[in-house]
Nanobody
Framework: QVQLVESGGGLVQPGGSLTLSCAAS????????MAWYRQAPGKQRELVAS???????KYADSVKGRFTISRDNAKNTVYLEMNSLEPEDTAVYYC?????????WGQGTQVTVSS
């Protein structure tokens, strides 16, 4: 069973930065794509950023120019660098990995943006 373990969440002031990590138990190049989602209280889970096996990236409009998804193939880890954080970015952030017929999720990491 594939395991995805997120880390790096926490409390940060508006305008601050955080970098989330997602460590996979298998080589990340075995996945068609990996992504970060988030879910704020009372809201649906939404796609934040994704990266395909080929390296193509996609971002939600609300985070374009502020967030960057990247990966380290040798460490089987995907990152989400978050800059200029806003209170609206407060949510639980989940790592996601796709194969042809399978979807895997991490347990989530809390990000709170507050002064």
């Amino acid at each position: 069973q594939v395991q995805l373990v997120e880390s790096g969440g926490g409390l940060v002031q508006p305008g601050g930065s955080l970098t989330l990590s997602c460590a996979a138990s298998e080589t990340i190049l075995s996945f068609y794509a990996m992504a970060w989602y988030r879910q704020a209280p009372g809201k649906q889970r939404e796609l934040v950023a994704s990266m395909t096996h080929a390296g193509s990236t996609k971002y939600a409009d609300s985070v374009k120019g502020r967030f960057t998804i990247s990966r380290d193939n040798a460490k089987n880890t995907v990152y989400l660098e978050m800059n200029s954080l806003e209170p609206e970015d407060t949510a639980v952030y989940y790592c996601n990995a796709l194969r042809t017929i399978s979807i895997y999720w991490g347990q989530g990491t809390q990000v709170t943006v507050s002064s």
